[in-house]
């Protein structure tokens, strides 16, 4: 039972060790990604890493660590508990791969200019502060009538080809690091296997990394990329490094605004959502936050972290019942938020990333691409699956033509200089990659939530999100490269003819059907 108390909280209790050493080595972990991304996958230069974003990361964490403390504070204050805990937060994981794999990496591929893709990053997560502050109101609804599959399903597709599959390849190239890193993590994640000491399994996953990196080194084979004058060079980031004002940077981004709006504003849904459901998982573990309070400082300290030159969006996380049952209360969210200010400020996070080899970290990517994956399917009604397949397929086509892309400017040359006729003939469809993955995120959960509504034979409902798919289309928010108007028409047609088609079942006077749409969505063919 929580107990209460007419004194004034404690700041620290010594059980905030307990969650402190946890939840600090999850941000850690993420910090350590985070900057494994800008640097080998973004090819971003170590001046702009260590010297701009990273201080501006620094100060969001800090300032939403901070905030969330003080939430917690007042709350024990007014209730008189001293088993508040504070809402744990940090950087979102999936919308740190989502902003590099989905926006700054084609960005800056296509321009050849990292700092292209970094303004275009802090644009992003420009509007996605706006989304939450102001879109606590739209939400639910939001959230009401779109189902899970259509919602899960197209984060699912995100997470298998932009978040899953490049760790995936990189743990094959270095199997002996990769695959052993991977192993501990699906023992003690998937498995339940405790490790001595209650060490975090991402700990435990690293440090063997690093052992078998650096022995490797020491005897010649060098596997895992460690080097002694790596390491060397890196303590030179050594130094104080605070956040600089980036508006500039953020306003000349907008000339990629097309680009980013098709998954700003998905993404903005999905921040809003997933923030709601942590802040109702809190008050199931006793401590209940106000949701308004909790949407708008994730806004305001993302906006400031971006005009600071932080392409990357905070949230509340998942797990604060987690962190309660570890002992944490009040300290330990703002004990983080310092240990953050440190290792960004000082450049420190330099010399860790040159002491830790980036594919013992890629397991643990996989492992949340995994459980997003994964979650599309399990928090669905079993007769939605086809509609969650059906939410990914978009994306699959986003990652395919990405790929692609990719492959022919490394040769110097594009699909339209090859042709089109000659990709096809030998299977590529660059054009249906292209229309279908344009949008992949609102195109995704455009059609799952059809397909959902077929399954349960909510025709009408299925013909207002078709509808709505032909209004996206038209004005290129859905396959189309660019916002505009009849950006591609004949798609848009399409989507009004299935809504046409589709509003007319569901006001026909009667419709034989064979069976219930459970029985049918588990029957291996078509109902006849």
Known sequence: MATTTAQRPALWVPSDWNAFFGFGTNILVNMLVLTGLLRFVLKMPDSLVFGRILPALGLMMCLSTFYYAFLAYRLALKTGRTDVCALPSGVSVPHMFVVTFVIMLPITIKTGDPLKGWSAGLVWVFFQSFILMIGGFVAPYIRRITPRAALLGALAG????????????????????????FAVILASWLGGTKYPKAIPA???????????????????????????????????????????????????GFEFLGVILVTAIPFGIYDLVEAMDNVESAEAGGDAYPTTRVLTADGVVSLIGCLMGNPFINAVYIGHPGWKAMGGRIGYSAATGLMVVVLSWFGIIAVMSSLIPLVAISPILLYIGMLIGAQAFQETPHRHAPAVVLALIPNIAAWGKLLIDSSLGAAGTNAATVGLDKLGQVGVLYHGLELLGSGAILGGMVLG?????????????????????????????????????????????????????????????????????AEEAHSPVPAE
Do not use: N
């Open 449 to 517: 939530a059809i397909g959902a509504f077929i399954i349960d034979r909510q025709f009408d409902k299925a013909s207002y999100f078709a509808a709505a798919g032909a209004v996206l289309t038209f004005f290129g928010f859905m396959h189309g490269e660019q916002v505009g108007i009849a950006v591609t028409p004949s798609v848009a047609a399409a989507y009004a003819l299935v809504a046409a088609f589709l509003y007319a079942l569901s006001r026909a006077p009667a419709i034989e059907f064979a069976g219930s749409p």
């Open 202 to 252: 991402g700990l435990v996953a690293i440090a063997a990394g690093m052992l078998i990196a650096w022995a490797s080194t020491a005897v010649g084979i060098g596997t895992g990329g460690m080097s002694l004058k790596g390491l060397t060079d890196a303590f030179s980031t050594f130094g104080f490094s605070v956040p600089l004002p980036a508006v500039g940077t953020v306003f000349s």
């Open 158 to 181: 995100v997470s298998i080809t932009f978040i899953s599959m490049r760790p995936a390849l990189e743990m094959f190239m270095t199997p002996v690091i990769g695959l052993v890193c």
